[in-house]
């Protein structure tokens, strides 16, 4: 066994990473660190006893370079014998759209499609190829941003379902692993691009080793892990959150007459236990819904398809978006496939063929065209509604119900329906009859926005 299959195996060990019976989805580049990590995992899998699939995401930024490494991927696996799934992406669209670098819209992509895709295939651990290279810059440029504590961590080995088993490692020792094995990866040119203010920072590094510490890598390394261990030892302050189905709320009252610094920890806690975890959660991101408090108003969005609002005394934290227009009785007609915008209700319908979309949207699902019953339209809630979940007909109301969605909402939410049927909740439920299969010949992609 080559030593560096020896040392991740300690350090899966060590942090609990991978367990017999995981079913770990692995972050797969084609790029040296995500080709070693693929690597060894596989030599790893039956020695621990944990089965494994890749993961590619052709963002549609490189161009034929993209494609490339689209195909790298696939014949890496298929020569291996490991399933892949390959997703592509348009993340020029989804950096408009959210106002985001196109550093930070590529990430927000690529980590919503990842969990996307653990959840189809059923994998509990998701593998990313981070080393202690990363790590290094990680913490490096949390403190150019003037980052507190907890920028000062980095990142962990284990965080929610993502596992980084390579992160202990020098990314020198990831080039000397692939040379000695002849194992073939592909190089991204983007990592060159110094318009990436991470790129930049590696290019500066180097000079900061030669000037200041030799060592300066393995020293932010320590860093991060002895403020994750004082962190780790910090009392938890905690929020009473009360459960509405797939809903969060906590009166606002409790968040009164508190220190700023407080309400942040509150704050921090609130979206912690809503949503399981903190992961990719920003300081300016907590600071905005603290903002939301101050004012008594408002909404914002987080990473993960996650918002966080308020309403009726409350503050509310909802996976998804739910979707709110609010009129009476209302019923449209809806041209799909097609683009349709309603500006009484602010949203905008839009349907295309799989593989003519423009761009995903927020709420996005894929029909079986052949099993729905134009012409179609958009209505709120009437009583008796019922859509087909877990093989049957199930009252709408009763998911509501399960869901949290309080009565006041429920005439407030689009119903996407046929002539026959409703098939798509946004936020909330599809029809399983028209669910996309092997034999799908015609999918339409239907998605809703804002307007």
């Avoid at 941003?145 to 284990?158: D, P």
């Avoid at 959660?281 to 008594?296: D, H, T």
Wanted: hydrophobic content about 40%; charged content about 30%.
């Amino acid at each position: 066994m080559h030593s560096l299959v020896s040392k991740v195996r300690k350090f899966i060990v060590k942090y609990s990473l991978i367990s017999p019976g995981d079913k770990v989805l692995v972050a797969f580049s084609g790029g040296p660190d995500s080709t070693a990590l693929s690597q060894i995992l596989l030599y790893l899998r039956e020695i621990i006893g944990f089965e494994m699939a890749l993961f590619h995401l052709n963002h549609g930024l490189r161009g034929e370079e993209a494609r490339r490494d689209e195909n790298f991927c696939i014949s890496w696996a298929k020569d291996k014998g490991v399933p892949i799934f390959v997703e592509r992406q348009d993340v020029m669209s989804e950096k408009a759209a959210q106002r985001l670098s196109l550093e930070e819209a590529a990430r927000v992509v690529r980590y919503q499609v990842m969990r996307e895709v653990a959840q189809v295939w059923g994998a509990n651990k998701i593998a990313l190829g981070h080393t202690m290279d990363d790590q290094g810059e990680t913490v490096l440029l949390n403190v150019f941003r003037g980052t507190g504590l907890r920028g000062l961590q980095g990142m962990k080995f284990k965080e929610d379902i993502f596992i980084r088993p390579l992160l202990a490692v020098r990314r020198e020792e990831i080039l000397e692993f692939l040379e000695e094995e002849g194992i073939p990866f592909v190089e991204d040119s983007s990592n060159r691009d110094v318009s990436f203010l991470r790129n930049r920072l590696r290019n500066l590094i180097p000079v900061l080793e030669k000037e200041f510490n030799p060592q300066l890598i393995p020293a932010l390394f320590r860093l991060s892990l002895n403020v994750q261990k004082e962190e780790a030892s910090e009392p938890e302050v905690t929020v009473p959150i009360e459960k509405k189905g797939a809903l969060s709320r906590t009166p606002l009252s409790y968040f009164k007459d508190v220190s700023s610094p407080e309400l942040l920890k509150l704050v921090r806690s609130f979206i912690k236990e809503a949503r399981g975890n903190l992961w990719d959660i920003s300081r300016g991101q907590i600071e905005e819904v603290a903002n939301l408090l101050k004012k008594g108003k408002g909404e914002t969005s987080l990473p993960g398809e996650f918002k966080v609002f308020i309403r009726d005394g409350y503050l509310w934290a909802s996976p998804g978006s739910f979707f709110l227009a609010d009129v009476p009785m209302w019923s449209f007609p809806l041209q799909l496939p097609g683009e349709n915008f309603f500006p009484d209700l602010g949203i905008a319908i839009r349907g295309n063929w799989k593989g003519e979309e423009r761009k995903k949207t927020l709420q996005f699902v894929a029909w079986d065209f052949e099993k729905c019953c134009p012409p179609f339209q958009v209505r709120n809630f009437r009583n008796g509604d019922r859509i087909w979940q877990g093989g049957k007909e199930i009252k709408v109301k009763e998911l509501f119900s399960r869901q949290g969605i309080v009565r006041e909402w429920r005439k407030l939410i689009p119903f996407i329906c046929d002539r026959e049927k409703i098939l798509w909740i946004p936020g909330l439920a599809l029809d399983e009859r028209i669910r996309v299969r092997e034999n799908s010949k015609q999918i339409l992609v239907v998605s809703i926005s804002w307007l």
